[in-house]
């Protein structure tokens, strides 16, 4: 369960990648970030606009707190720890707190492959949010019904338009490896896929 500000696609790429880039340091260590660097791995252009755009979802991704429930273990932890921002040499110092890092950076629960993730073509957002939902189940055949996906995901639109931007988020999935397989069953309301 999340707490915070609203995040969307956007948000996870930042905070995904922010714990790529924690990865093998020790917990509690902060990372410093060039700005252009961090846009340049999440595959974005560095701009003006972009860099505007990454202040405010570190900002958003700073208020988050999760609690979760896997196998193991049940807690609660921050998102990010102590979040700063050096305005003199344009780059970010963060933390990310053991207990996060257990869960997301370890390919432990939630575990996103940041390859496959690039490897996702543009304009396929809904595409990343799917391998977000898909990787905190376990691996195997996964079923739920298509209208739960779509407002758990936040579209707002038709249902119909829904299925048909979700087939090509699937397929995508399948095109870089993150699911083996899909298909819609009980004449398009259920979705199933193999991960």
Not at 52 to 71: C, I, M, N
Request: contains cysteine; aromatic residues 14%.
């Amino acid at each position: 369960w999340y707490f915070g500000k609203q995040l969307d696609v956007g948000d996870q790429d930042t905070y995904l990648t922010a714990l790529m880039l924690a990865k093998g340091l020790v917990p509690d260590a902060p990372v410093r970030i060039n700005r252009a660097e961090f846009l340049r791995l999440m595959g974005r252009k560095a701009d003006g606009r972009t860099y505007k755009w990454l202040e405010q979802s570190f900002d958003r991704v700073a208020t988050g707190r999760l609690y979760y429930d896997t196998p193991e273990e049940r807690g609660s932890t921050p998102l990010l720890g102590p979040l700063r921002y050096d305005k003199e040499v344009e780059e970010f110092f963060f933390t990310i707190p053991k207990e996060s890092l257990r869960a997301f950076g370890f390919q432990a629960f939630g575990y996103v492959d940041m390859e496959k993730r690039r490897q996702i073509a543009h304009k396929t957002e809904l595409a990343k949010w799917v391998q977000c939902y898909a990787v905190s189940h376990e691996q195997g055949e996964h079923r739920i019904t298509v209208a739960t996906l779509k407002a758990w995901s936040g579209y707002e639109g038709r249902i119909r338009d829904f299925r048909t931007y979700l087939a090509t988020a699937l397929a995508e999935l399948v095109r870089v490896g993150v699911l083996d397989a899909w298909e819609f069953y009980e004449d398009g309301k259920k979705v199933k896929w193999i991960r």
